[in-house]
C-alpha cells in the first residue's frame, strides 16, 4: 500500500497528526495503517509507535500491540 505521507501529500508529521486525528475519531483500523506507514518512514518515532499500540490494542490485534510496545520500549532504553 503507498504511505499515507504520499497519498494524502504530507510528510511524516503531518501523517502522524492525521493518525491523531483518526484516533480521536476511533476509526482504529485506519489509525494503526497510518502509524505502521509513518514507521516505514521513521521507525524511531515514538508517537507513531504509541498510536500503533493504542489502535491494535482497540482492534484486538494482541501480537501487534504487543511487537509496537517493545518497540517502543527498546528505543526507551536505548535513549538512556
Known amino acids: 500500500s503507498k504511505c ?3 497519498r494524502h501529500s504530507l510528510c511524516p508529521i ?5 493518525c491523531s486525528v483518526v484516533c ?3 476509526n482504529w483500523r485506519n489509525a494503526l495503517r497510518d502509524s505502521q506507514e509513518v ?4 521507525p524511531s518515532n515514538l508517537k507513531a509507535i504509541f498510536r500503533g ?7 484486538g490485534e494482541w ?15 536505548d535513549a538512556r
Request: charged residues 15%; proline residues 3%.
Open 24 to 26: 480521536c475519531t476511533g
Open 53 to 59: 499500540a493504542r489502535a491494535a490494542l482497540k482492534l
Open 63 to 77: 501480537s501487534v500491540c504487543r511487537q509496537l510496545v517493545q518497540q517502543g520500549l527498546a528505543l526507551e532504553a
Open 14 to 18: 503531518p501523517a502522524l497528526r492525521l
Open 4 to 6: 499515507c505521507a504520499t
Open 39 to 42: 514507521l516505514q518512514l521513521e
